[in-house]
C-alpha cells in the first residue's frame, strides 16, 4: 500500500514573525526572462513593457487577444508583478479633456473644503479625487466613454480579474515638492493594521491578491524627476508580505532596492496589488504630475442576496441590551457590514487610519458606551449619509 504524504502547507494562522526576509530577498532579486515575456517589446527594470498599438491589434482577435492576455496573468501571478503599456489611450485630446474634468473637480473640491483623507500619505500634502471614475462620468459621459473604451484598460482588467470586473478609480496628483508615499501593499489587506490583518486565516492572505488590479494612466509626461511610482519587482511572490511590509528590513529594502519607470502621457501601468510600491517624490519646482489610479475589483466580492443591513441593525440594537458580549459580537458581525468599503470617501475619509469605522464596529462601540436607541440611530443616519455617492 502506498501513502501519500500531503504536501506541507501554510498554517492557517500567520504573522509578521512566520516571514522570513532571507526568503524574500530570495525572491525579489529574480530577474524576468525575456523569453517569458515573447509579447513585449522590451523589458526594462525586469517590467516587461507592452506597445499599445500592438496591445489594439490583439484586441481585434480572440485568439491573439487571449495569448496576450494569458502572457499578463503569468507576470501578474509568477513574474515581475507589474506591466506598462506605451500610449495605452493614444489619443491625448481625450486625455486632456479627462484632466481638465480632473482640474475642475479639484479647485471645486478644494474651495469646498472636501475630502481630507489619503491612504499611505500625509493628508493634504497632494491633491486627490476619490471616485474619479463617477465624477468624470457625470461631467463629460462623451469623454469617459472615449477614455474607458481604451482595449489595453479593459484587456488588463480581464487578464487578472475576468468579466464584470467593477471599475472604481481616484486621481492623484502629485505637486511640486509633493513627498513620496510609504512603500505599501494595496487593497484589501494592505488597508488593514497588521493585529487585524491577523484575524485573516491565510489562505484569505493567498486570495487577496487575486481579486483586485491596481493600474495607473499617466495624464502628463512623468520624467523621474516628477516621481512616477517605485515598484519592487517580484514582491508579491512573498505569502507573509501583507504582515511583514512594514517591518523596518522590508522598508530599507525597498528604499534601496526599488526601481522607477517614466512615463508618457497615455501610458498605464497595471499591477498586483500585493507588489511593494509608493508614488515618488516630485522634486521638480514647477510640474504638477497627474496620474489616474485604477482599482479593479472582482465581481466575486459581492454577496448573493440584497440585504438591507441598515433596517436590521436598527431592529436589532434595541435587543441586544443586556446580552452577554459574545452574543453581541455574534449577532452584530451576522446582521451588520463588518467591512468600511464600499464608501464615499469625500464625506467618510480615511483620517487616523486606512478606513473609516465600518457600521459593525461603530455599533459594538454604541453598545459598550451604551448609547440609548436614538443615539444608535442617529450614528446609523450619518453613516448613510457618508455612504452615499
Given at each position: 500500500?502506498?501513502?501519500?504524504?500531503?504536501?506541507?502547507?501554510?498554517?492557517?494562522?500567520?504573522s509578521?514573525?512566520?516571514?522570513?526576509?532571507?526568503?524574500f530577498?530570495?525572491?525579489?532579486?529574480?530577474?524576468?526572462?525575456?523569453?517569458?515575456?515573447?509579447?513585449?517589446?522590451?523589458?526594462?527594470?525586469?517590467i516587461?513593457?507592452?506597445?499599445?498599438?500592438?496591445v489594439?491589434?490583439?484586441?481585434?482577435?480572440t485568439?491573439?487577444?487571449?495569448d496576450?492576455m494569458?502572457?499578463?496573468?503569468?507576470?501578474?501571478?509568477?513574474?515581475?508583478?507589474?506591466?506598462?503599456?506605451?500610449q495605452?489611450v493614444?489619443d491625448?485630446a481625450?486625455?486632456?479633456?479627462?484632466?481638465?474634468?480632473?482640474?475642475?473637480?479639484?479647485?471645486?473640491?478644494?474651495?469646498?473644503?472636501?475630502?481630507g483623507?489619503?491612504?499611505?500619505?500625509?493628508?493634504g500634502?497632494?491633491?486627490r479625487?476619490?471616485?474619479s471614475?463617477?465624477k468624470h462620468?457625470?461631467t463629460?459621459?462623451?469623454?469617459?466613454?472615449?477614455?474607458?473604451?481604451?482595449?489595453?484598460?479593459?484587456?488588463?482588467?480581464?487578464?487578472?480579474?475576468?468579466?464584470?470586473?467593477?471599475?472604481?478609480?481616484?486621481?492623484?496628483?502629485?505637486?511640486?515638492?509633493?513627498?513620496?508615499?510609504t512603500?505599501?501593499?494595496?487593497?484589501?489587506?494592505?488597508?488593514?493594521?497588521p493585529?487585524?490583518?491577523?484575524?485573516?486565516?491565510?489562505?484569505?492572505?493567498?486570495?487577496?491578491?487575486?481579486?483586485?488590479?491596481?493600474?495607473?494612466?499617466?495624464?502628463?509626461?512623468?520624467?523621474?524627476?516628477?516621481?512616477?511610482?517605485?515598484?519592487?519587482?517580484?514582491?508579491?511572490?512573498?505569502?507573509?508580505?501583507?504582515?511583514?511590509?512594514?517591518?523596518?528590513?522590508y522598508?530599507?529594502?525597498?528604499?534601496?532596492?526599488h526601481?522607477q519607470?517614466?512615463?508618457k502621457?497615455?501610458?498605464?501601468?497595471?499591477?498586483?496589488?500585493?507588489?511593494?510600491?509608493?508614488?515618488?517624490?516630485?522634486?521638480?519646482?514647477?510640474?504638477?504630475?497627474?496620474?489616474?489610479?485604477?482599482?479593479i475589483?472582482?465581481?466575486?466580492?459581492?454577496?448573493?442576496?440584497?440585504?438591507?443591513?441598515?433596517?436590521?441593525?436598527?431592529?436589532?440594537?434595541?435587543?441586544?441590551?443586556g446580552?452577554?458580549?459574545?452574543?453581541?459580537?455574534?449577532?452584530v458581525?451576522?446582521?451588520?457590514?463588518?467591512?468600511?468599503?464600499?464608501?464615499?470617501?469625500?464625506?467618510?475619509?480615511?483620517?487616523?487610519?486606512?478606513?473609516?469605522?465600518?457600521q459593525?464596529?461603530?455599533?459594538?462601540?454604541?453598545?459598550?458606551?451604551?448609547?440609548?436607541?436614538a443615539r444608535f440611530?442617529?450614528?446609523?443616519?450619518?453613516?448613510?449619509?457618508?455612504?452615499?455617492?
Amino acid at each position: 500500500m502506498t501513502i501519500h504524504h500531503a504536501t506541507r502547507q501554510p498554517p492557517v494562522w500567520i504573522s509578521a514573525k512566520d516571514a522570513d526576509f532571507a526568503t524574500f530577498r530570495a525572491q525579489v532579486e529574480q530577474s524576468t526572462d525575456p523569453a517569458t515575456v515573447p509579447r513585449a517589446s522590451e523589458v526594462v527594470c525586469n517590467i516587461p513593457i507592452y506597445e499599445g498599438a500592438f496591445v489594439e491589434t490583439c484586441a481585434t482577435s480572440t485568439d491573439a487577444g487571449r495569448d496576450l492576455m494569458a502572457e499578463w496573468a503569468r507576470v501578474f501571478a509568477h513574474g515581475a508583478g507589474i506591466i506598462v503599456i506605451r500610449q495605452a489611450v493614444p489619443d491625448h485630446a481625450v486625455i486632456d479633456r479627462a484632466s481638465d474634468v480632473f482640474d475642475a473637480v479639484i479647485a471645486h473640491e478644494k474651495a469646498a473644503a472636501m475630502g481630507g483623507g489619503d491612504h499611505f500619505a500625509k493628508p493634504g500634502a497632494n491633491d486627490r479625487i476619490w471616485n474619479s471614475l463617477e465624477k468624470h462620468c457625470l461631467t463629460d459621459p462623451e469623454n469617459f466613454a472615449r477614455y474607458y473604451g481604451a482595449s489595453a484598460l479593459a484587456m488588463a482588467a480581464l487578464a487578472w480579474i475576468g468579466p464584470d470586473y467593477q471599475m472604481t478609480a481616484q486621481v492623484n496628483r502629485v505637486n511640486p515638492g509633493g513627498a513620496a508615499q510609504t512603500a505599501h501593499r494595496d487593497y484589501h489587506l494592505g488597508f488593514m493594521t497588521p493585529s487585524r490583518m491577523e484575524d485573516y486565516p491565510s489562505h484569505i492572505h493567498h486570495v487577496s491578491p487575486m481579486l483586485t488590479l491596481q493600474g495607473a494612466l499617466a495624464h502628463c509626461d512623468m520624467p523621474l524627476e516628477t516621481g512616477p511610482t517605485l515598484f519592487l519587482p517580484f514582491s508579491q511572490l512573498f505569502f507573509e508580505g501583507y504582515l511583514a511590509y512594514t517591518e523596518a528590513p522590508y522598508q530599507d529594502y525597498f528604499a534601496q532596492h526599488h526601481v522607477q519607470l517614466p512615463l508618457k502621457k497615455g501610458d498605464a501601468v497595471f499591477f498586483n496589488p500585493a507588489v511593494m510600491h509608493g508614488a515618488g517624490r516630485n522634486v521638480t519646482e514647477d510640474r504638477f504630475r497627474l496620474v489616474n489610479l485604477f482599482q479593479i475589483s472582482s465581481a466575486f466580492g459581492r454577496a448573493m442576496e440584497s440585504v438591507n443591513r441598515d433596517a436590521m441593525v436598527r431592529a436589532l440594537y434595541p435587543a441586544l441590551s443586556g446580552m452577554a458580549p459574545d452574543i453581541r459580537r455574534n449577532a452584530v458581525a451576522a446582521a451588520a457590514e463588518g467591512y468600511a468599503f464600499p464608501t464615499n470617501l469625500d464625506r467618510n475619509p480615511p483620517i487616523g487610519g486606512l478606513a473609516p469605522k465600518s457600521q459593525a464596529a461603530l455599533m459594538l462601540h454604541a453598545l459598550e458606551e451604551d448609547l440609548d436607541t436614538a443615539r444608535f440611530a442617529a450614528m446609523m443616519d450619518d453613516l448613510v449619509w457618508k455612504n452615499k455617492s
